[in-house]
Nanobody, 123 residues
């Protein structure tokens, strides 16, 4: 199993930046693809970004492309989501998730989840 813990959320003004971290423990983190998802109140969980187990391949939702960057440091067992130019519509609980390769955009294909971290963007 893999245990995931997100951190780095908070309140930020529109146009600001935040970096989310996802610390992994348990089985070898480098064996797993990783994704970031978010869920706003009253809305379904949606795909944000995903990264291959080795960190070479990355993919983004159209809504965050060019503003968000997913990365990982397998030596530190940690994944990241750098969020720039934040907008009020980015407000949500952000979750990191892991699955055996390959990465996928569908949240239901992921086996391991963190508890989530709240991101609030004020206008």
């Amino acid at each position: 199993q893999v245990q995931l813990v997100e951190s780095g959320g908070g309140l930020v003004q529109a146009g600001g930046s935040l970096r989310l971290s996802c610390a992994a423990s348990g089985r070898t983190f480098s064996s797993y693809a990783m994704g970031w998802f978010r869920q706003a109140p009253g809305k379904e969980r949606e795909f944000v970004a995903r990264i291959s187990s080795g960190g070479v391949n990355t993919y983004y939702a159209d809504s965050v492309k060019g503003r968000f960057t997913i990365s990982r440091d397998n030596a530190k067992n940690t994944g990241y989501l750098q969020m720039n130019s934040l907008k009020p519509e980015d407000t949500a609980v952000y979750y990191c998730a892991a699955k055996t390769p390959p990465s996928r955009p569908s949240w239901y294909e992921y086996d391991y989840w963190g508890q989530g971290t709240q991101v609030t963007v004020s206008s």
